[in-house]
């Protein structure tokens, strides 16, 4: 953004100075680390379970390592000016989740579930496909600006995806959530993907629109409110919001979306009226739908209540579930330091232990140290997106990077707090962590946006062109 | 744009920051309460995944243990468990555990607090958790006799036997019983045993522990306990002194004259004839001429009207205060609202045959770690003084005489003294229901001490109504529980 007619020593940008080291090799000693940790964790459950190193190790290990090498070279070739961290992070994080998704498989308990024992090889499955794509978006998304191209298809598609499961005999009901289609074998959850397309919506729509945001507004006790007609967009996304909660009575999706949009809105527009707006719009919300959903009622009933829940559940009560205590059980049995992987019971919570519960089995085993540990490679992952919006040279890559890092930051601390009892539970799972095909896919595709982005931030300045006219735009500083 | 941007970081800074906050009240703060939640299976779980102590009896572990399928590794397992089931009580996966298993649940699973320095070292030594031992007073071969003599008589019943000088506990048997093995697991075959041993779907209601938690009027056996009280409060002085008992005798506010089991000898008898024939007019009429406070003080003093835990619970006996003279009168011949647990009786038996001291009756001898270290021992301690020593003697003189020469002659054993009291107790409406048979008899060595005494009580509903009487079919098995204890000390 910061072309100068003053020599080169005078550049202004928000980034390293020119020629910038590409830090691909301090990404490939994280990755080292990153595949052989997971497997130690492996070997871990196996020699607590069995008493012997599982015989998969040298495939498992050796597949978590093809699929994070190829990541690597294929960001070497393509971005190699990115963020070195977030690839590393993403494949630690993944790799330690297939571990505690194979540890679930092993649990007698668990026989009797859908995919009983054999959700670690189909989530290794999903994960070579979520790499694919992340190949995918490295290598034919050469500029992430060309998203800006497709911002009101984004917003049919985000719209389409979000109402698919709502489409009879293609949407299905599991446990109240109606957030799930199902494909052939394949269950799909398209909330997931609709992140990624709404936040290219979202960043596109308000780079052209900020300005009329953020200026036309009028003072009112010491808050800009907007213009009516400005207003219309967030009425519309939070509209759309509300309407998820009530047909898919999915109160995290919903939290999400909106508090994405809201993050969006006050970065673009800088103006702290919004933050008031959605935070007042978002509770308004969920307390009237939660007042009249008797899903959403039994969830913030769970939650204020657990051990009731529990009762009820297990006097054979239709409709409740023992989960949301179990986990409690889980967190509270692993303490400080866990049980040590294999170890712990966390397979009692039974349905869902390892999508949505994932997170009790790390609380249980690797107890408080290792959980407080995983949250902050979560918080790593954040902290990386948001430096990347910081360094963007454009105002829709800051858009896109902010608003995919923040909806992540969301989703975790959405699934995490609900899971630890914080907040009522939703229907999100962990990202990379938790078993399911659609989260881990689209999360790749989100790290591969990412990618991009800081690649296009950090990569140094193209060299001045000779002649300055050919500049579409030159601003000139005084 | 870059100041939103960093405002943003540090709003999820603070979302990861309170998921922080709340992972450490969770798994720190509350970790403990959320760990030992009595509705956490990981409790029950770890609570099975090792061995079991055991339960011994003369040295030799009375129980075991097998492996289970589930997430329960072991489940108790009992030798001759019916037997036994009386004084272990039981253990089950599924439906918890009673008796000596749940009062020293902590030292058999390894739990109690008593071990924590122990498995804290052992913790660190990377040994595996074991459970300790629970060490009882009990006599194989006595509590064998014991129930072998109620399973041949194939009715109801139970027999306590306990050695007079400590309180230690020889014998408690119960029939019918059931298999603690059983109900065991926590699989649907556990689940089925446990339905058919409930008293609902089995009159004979096999888990009830009748040794210690039926009541059961003593009738004849009771009148010891009359003896005793008018020895003690000088009512008389001696067995052989003529008692003032006309016959018939009406008692007193009542039309109703008190009857006798046929024509024996009562009018005026002296106590020794009156316990050897036992008459119901003399000790009726005894017991009123003490009258309600006196004959209460004694039976208090032998333990009635309270609970005895030995560890385990035992139902109070019951002797009613702020009764009316004939109800009294009735009262000390072990009729109207007398009743009393086997337990009771043995101990009334011990405490004559101890020369009037009471000894707390117990079970449980020694604690004992995974190493067989002592822990804890329990030392004979003495309840109560129901009866001087002299007038114990006197006592034991004229039950003694009862099986020389008495009801109770199917008690006697070759060379060696024996006393004891028969008693039919009679129930039910107008007298309707089959009558209890009891017996109580102690053993005595030549130095005068006593070896054993026991109680034993019958419950006969097919029997014919004149063929029960204590000595008929209660006495042969006190006899047997006495020699099979005598023998064992030889």
């Known amino acids: 953004m910061s072309s100068t007619t003053n020599p080169p020593t005078h550049h202004t940008s928000t980034i390293g100075a020119i020629g910038a080291p590409s830090r691909r090799n301090t990404e490939l000693a994280l990755l080292v680390f990153a595949v052989l940790i997971p497997v130690f964790a492996y070997a871990n459950v196996g020699?607590?379970?069995?008493?012997?190193?599982?015989?998969?190790?040298?495939?498992?290990?050796?597949?978590?390592?093809?699929l994070a090498g190829v990541g690597h070279l294929v960001v070497r070739k393509f971005a190699p000016y990115a963020d070195p961290l977030l690839l590393p992070l993403a494949?630690?994080?993944?790799?330690?989740?297939?571990?505690?998704?194979?540890?679930?498989?092993?649990?007698?308990?668990?026989?009797?579930?859908?995919?009983?024992?054999?959700?670690?090889?189909?989530?290794?499955?999903?994960?070579?496909?979520?790499?694919?794509?992340?190949?995918?978006?490295?290598?034919?998304?050469?500029?992430?600006?060309?998203?800006?191209?497709?911002?009101?298809?984004?917003?049919?598609?985000?719209?389409?995806?979000?109402?698919?499961?709502?489409?009879?005999?293609?949407?299905?009901?599991?446990?109240?959530?109606?957030?799930?289609?199902q494909v052939g074998s394949f269950s799909i959850q398209p909330?997931?993907?609709?992140?990624?397309?709404?936040?290219?919506?979202?960043?596109?729509?308000?780079?052209?629109?900020?300005?009329?945001?953020?200026?036309?507004?009028?003072?009112?006790?010491?808050?800009?409110?907007?213009?009516?007609?400005?207003?219309?967009?967030?009425?519309?996304?939070?509209?759309?919001?509300?309407?998820?909660?009530?047909?898919?009575?999915?109160?995290?999706t919903s939290l999400l979306f909106f508090g994405m949009f809201v993050i969006m809105l006050y970065v673009a527009t800088e103006r702290t009226s919004w933050i008031v707006f959605g935070l007042m719009m978002s509770a308004v919300g969920a307390v009237g739908v939660a007042s009249f959903e008797p899903h959403i009622q039994q969830r913030v009933d769970a939650w204020l209540d657990p051990m009731k829940e529990y009762a009820l559940s297990r006097a054979g009560v239709g409709g409740h579930s023992e989960q949301a205590q179990q986990a409690l059980w889980a967190f509270g049995s692993g303490g400080t330091l866990g049980t040590g992987w294999g170890q712990g019971h966390s397979?009692?919570?039974?349905?869902?232990?390892?999508?949505?519960?994932?997170?009790?089995?790390?609380?249980?085993?690797?107890?408080?140290?290792?959980?407080?540990?995983?949250?902050?490679?979560?918080?790593?992952?954040?902290?990386?997106?948001?430096?990347?919006?910081?360094?963007?040279?454009?105002?829709f890559g800051k858009l896109l990077a902010i608003g995919l890092s923040g909806a992540f930051a969301l989703q975790v601390f959405v699934v995490a707090g609900g899971v630890m009892g914080l907040i009522p539970l939703t229907g999100m799972t962990m990202p990379f962590l938790a078993y399911g095909g659609s989260s881990v896919i689209a999360n790749w595709a989100l790290i591969g946006i990412l990618l991009r982005i800081s690649d296009t931030a950090r990569r140094p300045a193209p060299a001045a062109p000779a002649n300055p006219d050919a500049e579409m735009t030159q601003v000139v500083r005084p | 744009m870059n100041k939103p941007l960093r405002r943003i970081a540090i709003f999820c800074g603070l979302l990861v920051l309170t998921l922080l906050i709340r992972d450490n009240w969770l798994q720190y703060v509350q970790a403990d309460e959320l760990k030992e939640d009595e509705h956490n299976r990981r409790v029950a779980i770890e609570r099975y995944a090792s061995p079991r102590g055991d339960i011994i009896v003369d040295g030799k572990a009375i129980t075991s243990h097998a492996t289970t399928e589930g997430d329960f590794k072991y489940k108790r397992t009992y030798k001759d468990g019916a037997m036994w089931a009386p004084v272990t009580g039981y253990v089950s996966q599924a439906f918890?555990?009673?008796?000596?298993?749940?009062?020293?649940?902590?030292?058999?699973?390894?739990?109690?607090?008593?071990?924590?320095?122990?498995?804290?070292?052992?913790?660190?030594?990377?040994?595996?958790?074991?459970?300790?031992?629970?060490?009882?007073?009990?006599?194989?071969?006595?509590?064998?006799?014991?129930?072998?003599?109620?399973?041949?008589?194939g009715a109801k019943g139970a027999v306590v036997a306990i050695e007079p000088s400590t309180g230690k506990i020889l014998s408690m048997a119960s029939y019918p019983s059931y298999d603690p093995t059983s109900i065991a697991g926590s699989n649907e075959a556990a689940g089925e045993a446990w339905?058919?041993?409930?008293?609902?779907?089995?009159?004979?209601?096999?888990?009830?522990?009748?040794?210690?938690?039926?009541?059961?009027?003593?009738?004849?056996?009771?009148?010891?306990?009359?003896?005793?009280?008018?020895?003690?409060?000088?009512?008389?002085?001696?067995?052989?002194?003529?008692?003032?008992?006309?016959?018939?005798?009406?008692?007193?506010?009542?039309?109703?004259?008190l009857k006798n089991e046929g024509n024996i000898p009562c009018e005026d008898a002296t106590l020794r004839e009156a316990l050897r024939v036992s008459c119901n007019t003399v000790f009726g009429k005894l017991g009123y001429d003490l009258g309600n406070a006196q004959m209460?003080?004694?039976?208090?003093?032998?333990?009635?009207?309270?609970?005895?835990?030995?560890?385990?619970?035992?139902?109070?006996?019951?002797?009613?205060?702020?009764?009316?003279?004939?109800?009294?009168?009735?009262?000390?011949?072990?009729?109207?609202?007398?009743?009393?647990?086997?337990?009771?009786?043995?101990?009334?038996?011990?405490?004559?045959?101890?020369?009037?001291?009471?000894?707390?009756?117990?079970?449980?001898?020694?604690?004992?770690?995974?190493?067989?270290?002592?822990?804890?021992?329990?030392?004979?301690?003495?309840?109560?003084?129901?009866?001087?020593?002299?007038?114990?003697?006197?006592?034991?003189?004229?039950?003694?005489?009862?099986?020389?020469?008495?009801?109770?002659?199917?008690?006697?054993?070759?060379g060696v003294k024996v006393g004891g009291k028969t008693g039919t107790a009679q129930h039910g409406e107008n007298n309707s229901k089959n009558p209890y048979a009891w017996f109580i008899s102690y053993a005595k060595a030549d130095d005068g001490s006593s070896p054993v005494a026991v109680a034993v009580v019958i419950e006969d509903d097919n029997a014919v109504r004149d063929d029960i009487s204590g000595g008929g079919l209660a006495a042969p098995i006190a006899k047997n529980v006495m020699e099979a204890v005598i023998d064992s000390k030889k």
Request: charged content about 20%; hydrophobic content about 45%.
């Open chain 1, 47 to 66: 020699l607590a379970i069995n008493d012997e190193v599982p015989a998969g190790l040298l495939s498992y290990g050796f597949g978590l390592g093809l």
């Open chain 1, 91 to 181: 494949t630690l994080l993944n790799g330690l989740g297939l571990v505690a998704i194979w540890r679930l498989d092993q649990s007698e308990l668990l026989q009797d579930i859908e995919q009983a024992g054999t959700a670690a090889p189909r989530q290794l499955m999903y994960t070579a496909m979520g790499i694919a794509l992340f190949v995918a978006v490295m290598i034919f998304l050469k500029d992430h600006r060309v998203l800006q191209r497709y911002t009101y298809i984004s917003m049919l598609g985000a719209l389409f995806l979000l109402l698919l499961p709502l489409v009879p005999g293609l949407g299905k009901n599991i446990y109240g959530a109606k957030i799930w289609i």
């Open chain 1, 191 to 252: 909330g997931e993907f609709a992140k990624i397309v709404l936040a290219i919506f979202f960043a596109g729509y308000l780079m052209v629109k900020r300005d009329a945001l953020a200026l036309a507004s009028r003072r009112f006790m010491g808050l800009y409110l907007p213009r009516g007609r400005d207003l219309g967009p967030i009425l519309v996304v939070w509209i759309v919001s509300i309407l998820i909660l009530v047909f898919e009575t999915d109160l995290g």
């Open chain 1, 347 to 395: 397979e009692l919570i039974r349905f869902a232990a390892n999508s949505d519960f994932i997170l009790a089995t790390f609380g249980e085993e690797l107890g408080l140290a290792g959980l407080m540990a995983l949250l902050l490679l979560y918080a790593l992952i954040v902290e990386r997106g948001v430096r990347t919006a910081l360094a963007a040279r454009d105002p």
């Open chain 2, 96 to 153: 918890g555990a009673t008796q000596l298993e749940s009062i020293d649940d902590g030292i058999l699973t390894g739990n109690d607090d008593r071990l924590f320095f122990r498995n804290t070292l052992d913790m660190i030594t990377g040994k595996k958790r074991e459970g300790g031992n629970v060490v009882t007073t009990l006599n194989s071969a006595a509590q064998k006799a014991a129930y072998d003599g109620l399973k041949k008589q």
């Open chain 2, 195 to 257: 339905n058919k041993l409930q008293k609902k779907n089995n009159p004979d209601d096999p888990m009830l522990n009748r040794a210690l938690r039926e009541v059961y009027p003593p009738g004849s056996t009771f009148k010891v306990v009359t003896a005793a009280a008018a020895l003690e409060h000088g009512k008389y002085d001696s067995a052989d002194e003529k008692t003032d008992s006309p016959l018939p005798w009406t008692m007193p506010g009542t039309t109703t004259e």
């Open chain 2, 296 to 414: 209460l003080e004694t039976a208090k003093k032998f333990g009635f009207t309270e609970e005895q835990f030995v560890p385990v619970r035992s139902s109070a006996s019951v002797f009613s205060d702020g009764m009316n003279d004939s109800q009294v009168a009735l009262s000390s011949i072990g009729q109207y609202n007398t009743a009393a647990t086997p337990l009771q009786m043995a101990m009334v038996t011990s405490a004559i045959a101890n020369n009037g001291t009471l000894m707390k009756p117990y079970m449980v001898d020694e604690l004992q770690a995974p190493n067989l270290d002592t822990i804890e021992k329990t030392d004979p301690e003495e309840m109560s003084k129901p009866l001087s020593a002299d007038n114990a003697q006197i006592l034991q003189s004229m039950m003694e005489t009862v099986v020389e020469d008495g009801t109770g002659t199917n008690a006697q054993i070759d």
